[in-house]
């Protein structure tokens, strides 16, 4: 299984504070790449997927890097509600015998922005 | 709205026993996906499903089976469970491209005494 590096954290971050985490996978083929964000206690929910001319959704921002194999996650002006673990995921082409692609998912980067 | 549902959001079992999770989706996706997630360990796949019937083994299938009966249903079963399974539980879709987005359920937290 190809890996997902991502820095664990925790960032503590003033609130108002612009913040960026990145993440490097290894594996080349990968085509589908997400960021995803998890609530204490809670599940995995997609906050943008990222493509490869990089994507703006309100104060977030992704970007792709293929040929250093990293991707991006900027937030500015942080909120409190912005608190949680962010998931880099990348999708593994092939990564069953029938075919069928897979996610891999990064460990997360905990994120605490303070008031 | 898409939707998948899991069976139980707490769950407290015994060394030995048999247990049942089961999670149900709503959005007529082909593929299902089981997964545990500890502190430090991230999420790890246990087993997945990309039709009715078929299942293939993830990074860590030992100790669980699977059975997807019906395109909405994916269960995970536990054959006798240990107190190395406590763990939360998180089941997904995606459709049939598999390199879409997976939508998780709101998990199932089982501890094993």
């Known amino acids: 299984r190809k890996e997902v590096e991502q820095d664990p954290g925790p960032f503590n971050v003033p609130e108002g504070a612009t913040v960026a985490f990145n993440c490097t996978y290894s594996n080349s083929a990968s085509q589908s790449f997400f960021w995803y964000r998890q609530d204490c206690r809670k599940e995995p929910k997609l906050l943008m997927s990222?493509?490869?001319s990089g994507n703006e959704d309100g104060r977030f921002t992704a970007q792709l890097n293929r040929a250093s194999q990293y991707i991006s996650l900027l937030i500015r002006d942080s909120k409190l509600s912005d608190s949680a673990t962010y998931l880099c995921v990348v999708n593994e082409p092939g990564y069953s015998g029938g075919g069928a692609d897979g996610l891999t998912f990064g460990k997360g980067t905990h994120l605490i922005i303070q008031p | 709205d898409v939707k998948v549902t899991q069976s139980s959001r707490y769950l407290v079992k015994r060394t030995g026993e048999k247990v049942f999770l089961e999670c149900v989706q709503d959005m007529d996706h082909e593929n299902m996906f089981w997964y545990r997630q500890d502190p430090g360990l991230g999420l790890r796949l246990i087993y997945f499903s990309y039709d009715v019937k078929m299942k293939e083994k993830g990074d860590i299938p030992e100790g669980y089976s699977v059975s997807r009966e019906k395109k909405e249903r994916f269960s995970l079963i536990l054959e006798s469970a240990s107190t190395n399974q406590t763990s939360m539980y998180l089941c997904a879709s995606s459709s049939a491209e598999g390199k879409d987005e997976q939508y998780f359920g709101p998990g199932t937290r089982l501890t094993v005494t």
């Open positions: 990222v493509y490869s």
